[in-house]
């Protein structure tokens, strides 16, 4: 049975969090996905321009401060960075 902790992993100065993304949503929301051991993130953006980067980065930074795109700009499938202060 996967874990939601399965989705992240530390890293020199932070932690690493697998994520799916699904744009284009009516509305903003979390779940796990067990198969892709991500975080699942539904939202209202397309995946056009950026956008749907820049409102996940902008979601996460509310959540826990600083955070990056590591990996998969043009995928579903990033890794985001979190930044220990």
Known sequence: MAKVEDAVREAKDGALISVHVS??????????????????VRIRSPAKEGKANRELLGIFRQIFG??????????????????RE
């Open 23 to 40: 744009p284009g949503s009516k509305e903003v929301s979390f779940s796990y996905d067990e198969w892709r051991r991500a975080v699942e």
């Open 66 to 83: 600083e955070v990056e795109l590591v990996s998969g700009e043009k995928s579903r499938s990033k890794v985001l960075k979190g930044k």
